[in-house]
C-alpha cells in the first residue's frame, strides 16, 4: 500500500510538473538581454580603457610645449625689438624695424614648424591605430556578446525554463532579484 502511495505521488508531481508552462524563445531572449544588461551595469568601468584618449592624452603635453617654446621665441623676438622700436622716431624706421620683426618671426617659426609638425603627424598615425584597434575590440565584444546571448537563450529552451521565471528576469531590477527569480 505504501509503494502504491508513493508511485502515485511520482507520478502526480511528474504530471503537474510536465504542466508547467515553458518559456518560448522570445521570453528566454528577453531574460537572458536582462541578464546582460544588469552584469554589463554591475561591471566598473576601466578609466583609461579608451586608446584614443591614451593617444590625446599622450600627445597634449609634447603639442603644449612645442607650442610654448614658439610663443616663447615669438616673445623673445618682440622684446629684442622693443627698445629698438621704442627709439625709432619716424614712422618710415618704425617700418623697417617692423619688417624686421615679421622676417625674424617667419624665420623661428619656419625652424620650429616642423618639430610641430611632427608631433601633429605622430598622433595622426596613432590616432587612427587607436580608432582601428578601438572598432577591432567594439566589433569582437559584440561578437562575444551576442554569442553569449545565443548560448543563454538555447539554454534557457533547452532547458526547459519555466515561463514564469523567464518572466520575473525579464522584469528584474538587480542582479540579486534576477538570480532571487524561481
Given at each position: 500500500?505504501k509503494?502504491?502511495?508513493?508511485?502515485?505521488?511520482?507520478?502526480?508531481?511528474?504530471?503537474?510538473?510536465?504542466?508547467?508552462?515553458?518559456?518560448?524563445?522570445?521570453?528566454?531572449?528577453?531574460?537572458?538581454?536582462?541578464?546582460?544588461?544588469?552584469?554589463?551595469?554591475?561591471?566598473?568601468?576601466?578609466?583609461g580603457?579608451?586608446?584614443?584618449?591614451?593617444?590625446?592624452?599622450?600627445?597634449a603635453?609634447?603639442?603644449?610645449?612645442?607650442?610654448?617654446?614658439?610663443?616663447?621665441?615669438?616673445?623673445?623676438?618682440?622684446?629684442?625689438?622693443?627698445?629698438?622700436?621704442?627709439?625709432?622716431?619716424?614712422?618710415k624706421?618704425?617700418?623697417?624695424?617692423?619688417?624686421?620683426?615679421?622676417?625674424?618671426?617667419?624665420?623661428?617659426?619656419?625652424?620650429?614648424?616642423?618639430?610641430?609638425?611632427?608631433?601633429?603627424?605622430?598622433k595622426?598615425?596613432?590616432?587612427?591605430?587607436?580608432?582601428?584597434?578601438?572598432?577591432?575590440?567594439?566589433?569582437?565584444?559584440?561578437?562575444?556578446?551576442?554569442?553569449?546571448?545565443?548560448?543563454?537563450?538555447?539554454?534557457?529552451v533547452?532547458?526547459?525554463?519555466?515561463?514564469?521565471?523567464?518572466?520575473?528576469?525579464a522584469?528584474?531590477?538587480?542582479?540579486?532579484?534576477?538570480?532571487?527569480?524561481?
Amino acid at each position: 500500500m505504501k509503494r502504491f502511495a508513493v508511485a502515485m505521488m511520482t507520478v502526480g508531481l511528474v504530471f503537474v510538473f510536465s504542466c508547467v508552462q515553458k518559456a518560448t524563445k522570445e521570453e528566454c531572449q528577453a531574460a537572458c538581454k536582462k541578464q546582460a544588461e544588469l552584469q554589463n551595469a554591475a561591471k566598473p568601468k576601466a578609466v583609461g580603457d579608451d586608446p584614443v584618449a591614451q593617444v590625446n592624452t599622450k600627445y597634449a603635453q609634447q603639442l603644449a610645449d612645442a607650442e610654448k617654446a614658439k610663443a616663447e621665441a615669438m616673445a623673445a623676438i618682440d622684446k629684442e625689438f622693443e627698445a629698438k622700436l621704442a627709439k625709432a622716431k619716424a614712422d618710415k624706421d618704425k617700418a623697417k624695424i617692423n619688417e624686421e620683426i615679421t622676417k625674424k618671426k617667419d624665420e623661428k617659426a619656419k625652424e620650429l614648424q616642423p618639430k610641430i609638425d611632427e608631433i601633429n603627424k605622430a598622433k595622426a598615425d596613432e590616432l587612427k591605430a587607436a580608432v582601428d584597434a578601438k572598432a577591432k575590440k567594439d566589433a569582437d565584444a559584440k561578437a562575444a556578446a551576442e554569442k553569449a546571448l545565443t548560448a543563454c537563450v538555447d539554454a534557457c529552451v533547452n532547458g526547459g525554463t519555466a515561463k514564469t521565471k523567464a518572466d520575473c528576469q525579464a522584469k528584474a531590477a538587480n542582479l540579486e532579484a534576477f538570480g532571487k527569480c524561481q
